[in-house]
């Protein structure tokens, strides 16, 4: 089952904050984070596991609540480069190597 | 470090017609997956092998998709014959083996068009 992302578009302005969010039907072990730019490969951005961690880089950070099935990416203060489409995948419980990816979250950050 | 490898970046057919694409994952990495993704979709996995192993091929048409990883380091994925449906991007991803929930990277994809 595909998790679900929400918004499927955001549009904002640089130094503005967004949040996006990934929820699952399925137990999860693992919420992996990527942003994907036109026409190129999809990068990783990080993992979460199962415990409700919260993870963070610079002013991009996430969190997982395992119990909801839900992770939530925050950027904050956005920039130009962080334009690009978002994409969850979820990990499901013994299969953490396999990911489900969602339909993902198209970001814009204008000047 | 040499990331994945890909090629050929793009390729035109007419329907029919075969065509296969190439993946060199990066070195040491047990794990590599091919993705097919759709216009405004995320990547969908069509096989995952461990090693030469192919561990998870359920979502691989497998009456006209065909994948080979020999001596467990680079791989071919093959379409015959192609079909309209079939026109996407290819991703070839890599990962270590380790605990569950290793980072995957990405080769910049073969864009597959089919006529």
């Known amino acids: 089952q595909q998790p679900v992302q929400s918004p499927q578009a955001v549009i904002l302005r640089e130094g503005e904050d967004a949040v996006i969010n990934c929820s699952s039907s399925?137990?999860?072990?693992?919420v992996h984070w990527y942003r994907q730019k036109h026409g190129e490969a999809p990068v990783f951005l990080m993992i979460?596991?199962?415990?409700?961690e919260q993870k963070g880089h610079e002013k991009i950070s996430a969190s997982f609540n395992e119990k909801k099935q839900q992770s939530s990416l925050y950027l904050t203060a956005s920039q130009l480069s962080y334009s690009g489409t978002y994409f969850c995948?979820?990990?499901?419980?013994?299969?953490?190597?396999?990911?489900?990816f969602g339909s993902g979250t198209q970001l814009t950050v204008l000047p | 470090e040499a990331g994945v490898v890909q090629s050929p970046r793009y390729k035109i057919i007419e329907k029919k017609q075969p065509v296969a694409f190439w993946c060199n994952p990066i070195?040491?990495?047990?794990?590599l997956y091919w993705y097919l993704q759709n216009l405004g979709q995320g990547p969908e996995l069509l096989i995952r092998?461990?090693?030469?192993?192919?561990?998870?091929d359920s979502q691989l048409p497998k009456d006209r998709f065909s994948a080979e990883r020999l001596k467990g380091v680079d791989s071919t994925l093959k379409i015959q014959p192609a079909e309209l449906g079939d026109s996407a991007v290819y991703l070839c991803?890599?990962?270590?083996?380790?605990?569950?929930?290793?980072?995957?990277?990405f080769g910049p994809g073969t864009r597959l068009t089919v006529l």
């Open positions: 979460l596991l199962k415990g409700g």
């Open positions: 995948g979820t990990g499901d419980s013994g299969s953490a190597r396999q990911l489900t």
């Open positions: 070195s040491g990495h047990n794990t």
């Open positions: 092998y461990e090693n030469e192993e192919a561990v998870d």
């Open positions: 991803a890599s990962s270590s083996r380790g605990a569950g929930g290793n980072e995957q990277f």
């Open positions: 399925k137990a999860l072990y693992s």
